[in-house]
């Protein structure tokens, strides 16, 4: 080939790949988005007003679809495909974690936090470094955190004192820490798939479950289980994540955007969740639930000793967060 004609070929080669190279920032993008729980519950709001900022932003370049109601799958499987790729982005409990990013056991641990305001700052601060450290590690990119209120149990028979929950069988979500806590309560941990509870209490597989007042209301456990003692024994918050896959296709600029949409979408979340918490006590209550208030939590906190000595007596990382959570003011 002549000189001048390669040169020719040559800038042609280049310009047939300049597209292709500015591709993942220029080209419009669809990303799936997993959530467990149905569009209205404050956690799909969330989702959805995280995407609509984001198009907004990126000017439909970043085109986010929630898919609701697991309609991605449960909760498990959807975190290995978040980590395989195959779901973009994704809100998530971090119990699932625990068995998976170590940091996730400490917000976890029962009788942690003093309220939801103590919770909130923890993990938008110390916690929630370590913890997103750690999701990174294993392919999860936490960009802000949802509120999940307390979590009580609720069972078929009324439970009163933890002698009550005696041999009863509780379900629990996949997470060994879980399994130790119902175990040190006196119960028998059963750990199923959230969608597979409704059916679990109606048929008596279990005995009962436990989570905050929104989830007991929106999945109509409450038919089935008709008491709920107010043990409010785990704070455990969410996380709003993207796949560690895709973030590494992105520009700089269009990380900042996701971090600021995701940081709004929370604000919005943690609003609409603290009326859907009042709303849905309110529901239930009013379908006949049996609420047992407990007024004395002392003697369900100190049955978590060994619980706590378990999973961080021997591991100076995790316990000295236990530590800098409890001196936060
Ligand atoms: C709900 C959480 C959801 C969990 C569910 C459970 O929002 O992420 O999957 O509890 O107990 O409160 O499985």
């Known amino acids: 080939m002549k000189p001048l004609r390669a040169l020719r070929a040559a800038a ?10 500015a591709a993942p920032s220029a080209e419009a993008q669809e990303w799936r988005g997993w959530n467990i729980h149905a569009a209205d519950y404050p956690n799909g709001r969330g989702m959805d ?21 697991a309609q991605l799958g449960q909760q498990d499987e959807a ?13 998530f409990n971090l119990s699932p974690f625990n068995n998976l990013a170590p940091s996730t ?3 976890t641990l029962p009788f942690l936090f003093r309220d939801v ?12 470094e370590e913890i997103a450290r750690d999701l990174e590690g294993i392919g999860i990119i936490a960009l802000s955190w949802f509120d999940a209120g307390a979590r009580s149990l609720y069972t078929t028979r009324p439970v009163r004192t933890p002698a009550d929950l005696r041999g009863m069988k509780i379900r629990v979500q996949t997470s060994d820490l879980w399994i130790d806590l119902m175990r040190a309560l006196g119960a028998n941990p059963t750990p199923l798939p959230f969608g597979e509870v409704f059916t679990s209490l109606q048929s008596g597989v279990i005995d009962g479950a436990e989570n905050n007042w929104p989830s007991y209301e929106s999945t109509r ?3 089935v289980a008709r008491f709920f003692t107010t043990t409010e024994h785990s704070n455990v918050p969410e996380v709003l994540a993207v796949s560690r896959q895709r973030w590494q296709r992105l520009n700089e600029q269009e990380r900042n955007i996701l971090r600021d949409s995701a940081r709004e979408a929370a604000a919005f979340q943690r609003q609409v969740w603290a009326e859907r918490e009042v709303a849905s006590r309110q529901a239930v209550e009013r379908a006949g639930v049996n609420v047992i208030e407990i007024a004395d939590r002392r003697p369900w906190a100190e049955l978590m000793a060994p619980v706590y000595q378990k999973y961080t007596g021997s591991n ?4 000295g967060m236990v530590t800098r959570i409890r001196e936060l003011q």
């Open 12 to 21: 042609l080669a280049a310009a047939a790949l300049l597209p292709w190279m």
């Open 49 to 69: 007003r995280f995407g609509e900022l984001v198009a907004q932003r990126t000017n439909n370049r970043i085109r986010m679809r929630t898919y609701h109601s």
């Open 79 to 91: 975190i290995q495909q978040m980590r395989l790729g195959s779901i973009d982005f994704a809100n």
């Open 105 to 107: 056991q400490v917000v």
């Open 117 to 128: 305001a103590h919770m909130q700052r923890a993990i938008d601060g110390v916690a929630g």
């Open 221 to 223: 456990h409450f038919e």
């Open 316 to 319: 100076p990382r995790l316990s």
